[in-house]
């Protein structure tokens, strides 16, 4: 599994394309292959050292710990559920400036799911282990803290711990993008995104209305909305996805 989306990531990288489409792309292609029931929760990212900025995107699983001026809570309305369930997937994608001193920590949820005195770690206990790891500090650090302070974990543990060492320096800026169709424009899902990112009520009630016009005809569109976490401002704008990006009937 992780050599056939890195082989997708490298490939759609290359050609310009959203890292969140390998993820499509392998779904489909496993949901021929596996037997029903069979599924992987995936997460993929990529670190542009030369631009600063690192780009993932989640398949049923959880977005990445972030710390420094990357932090942010991550937006979990309309993720994009797991690998090989025969759901389209790989609808969304959150861009980050990583610069000087931001770091990033990917893990599998048994970190989360250790217990504590009976209790999950969670997500808000994890985020405090991490802010916690010193400057040079290992994934295994990470891995250590855990279960010394959980002594009990049942689940898979693994974590990838990343820090950016480019001379970029660290920005509060972050791009969250989801792309839909007519049918999530009926589900509300542009003014439920929006408002997850906390985007003014005029903005969302605008984009709704393009959102239902840019969709009539049954193409896909991109939904993109860029914060500034140090101003607080919200800007958004819909645009056509790239004809590539037209997907093909889910297989049944």
């Not at 995107?57 to 309305?77: E, I, N, R």
């Not at 001193?101 to 009976?118: H, I, N, P, S, W």
């Not at 991490?130 to 689940?155: P, T």
Request: hydrophobic content about 45%; proline content about 5%; overall charge negative.
């Amino acid at each position: 599994m992780r050599h056939k989306l890195r082989t997708l990531i490298e490939e759609g990288y290359e050609q310009g394309r959203d890292v969140r489409r390998a993820l499509d792309k392998a779904s489909r292609a496993l949901s021929k292959q596996w037997d029903e029931g069979d599924f992987v929760t995936a997460v993929v990212a990529i670190h542009d050292a030369e631009a600063g900025t690192l780009t993932y995107a989640c398949a049923g699983h959880p977005a990445p710990v972030l710390a420094g001026a990357a932090a942010h809570d991550p937006v979990s309305v309309c993720s994009s559920p797991a690998l090989g369930w025969g759901l389209p997937t790989g609808r969304r994608q959150t861009t980050v400036s990583f610069g000087a001193g931001d770091m990033a920590c990917f893990f599998t949820d048994g970190l989360t799911e250790a217990r504590v005195d009976g209790v999950l770690l969670d997500r808000e206990g994890l985020e405090r282990l991490v802010a916690g790891l010193s400057e040079n500090a290992s994934a295994k650090a990470l891995l250590d803290a855990v279960i010394d302070l959980a002594h009990e974990a049942d689940d898979d543990l693994a974590a990838l711990v990343m820090r950016s060492e480019t001379d970029v320096p660290a920005r509060r800026l972050r791009i969250e993008e989801l792309e839909f169709d007519a049918r999530d424009v009926r589900r509300r899902a542009p003014e439920r995104f929006l408002a997850a990112c906390d985007a003014p009520a005029e903005l969302i009630e605008r984009l709704a209305a393009s959102a239902r016009s840019l969709t009539a005809g049954g193409a896909p569109v991109i939904l993109r909305v860029e914060l500034d976490g140090e101003t607080g401002a919200v800007e958004a704008a819909i645009e056509r996805a790239p004809a590539a990006a037209t997907r093909e009937p889910v297989p049944a």
